[in-house]
């Protein structure tokens, strides 16, 4: 999974950020997960992941939302700043352009909502929706735990 330099950081919160656009100094997992937040749907889903990427960075995984709307992402950062979407413990990355997929031509295959836990290296190890598919997410849970 590569990551576009053209990608604006949104980080209201002030989450700090270590190095390499990380949270976590040496990340053994990594979490992407490309989010349509235009989509009410999908921005019913970022309250989940509120949950999810608290357990995750426990285990030592990174979070990278990047999100993509054809809005200008207006309606997500009002949402989120009046704290109608939990708040998450790592920054999101606004894909206006839609770099992400781009950098990534595998994901057009894959539906919307699809996300991916990769090793350290970027190596997929498990893909899907972990909000709707909760035996992923435990195995996903179980992954980053048995390695920590």
């Given at each position: 999974m590569k990551l576009c330099d053209t990608l604006k950081i949104y980080n209201p919160f002030r989450v700090h950020i270590a190095n390499n656009n990380q949270t976590l100094p040496s990340p053994?997992?990594?979490?992407?997960?490309?989010?349509?937040v235009a989509c009410s749907s999908c921005l019913?889903?970022?309250n989940e992941w509120a949950e999810i990427s608290k357990k995750l960075k426990d285990g030592n995984c990174e979070c990278y939302f990047i999100l993509y709307s054809k809005d200008n992402f207006q309606y997500f950062k009002y949402l989120y700043e009046a704290y109608e979407i939990k708040k998450i413990e790592f920054p999101f990355y606004l894909d206006k352009n839609d770099c992400f997929l781009s950098a990534n031509p595998f994901l057009i295959k894959f539906a919307t909502g699809q996300n991916f836990l990769t090793d350290a290296?970027?190596?997929?190890?498990?893909?899907?929706n972990f909000c709707s598919d909760k035996e992923l997410l435990k195995k996903a849970i179980s992954i980053i735990n048995n390695n920590k």
């Amino acid at each position: 999974m590569k990551l576009c330099d053209t990608l604006k950081i949104y980080n209201p919160f002030r989450v700090h950020i270590a190095n390499n656009n990380q949270t976590l100094p040496s990340p053994k997992y990594k979490m992407f997960v490309y989010l349509n937040v235009a989509c009410s749907s999908c921005l019913a889903e970022m309250n989940e992941w509120a949950e999810i990427s608290k357990k995750l960075k426990d285990g030592n995984c990174e979070c990278y939302f990047i999100l993509y709307s054809k809005d200008n992402f207006q309606y997500f950062k009002y949402l989120y700043e009046a704290y109608e979407i939990k708040k998450i413990e790592f920054p999101f990355y606004l894909d206006k352009n839609d770099c992400f997929l781009s950098a990534n031509p595998f994901l057009i295959k894959f539906a919307t909502g699809q996300n991916f836990l990769t090793d350290a290296k970027n190596n997929i190890l498990l893909k899907g929706n972990f909000c709707s598919d909760k035996e992923l997410l435990k195995k996903a849970i179980s992954i980053i735990n048995n390695n920590k």
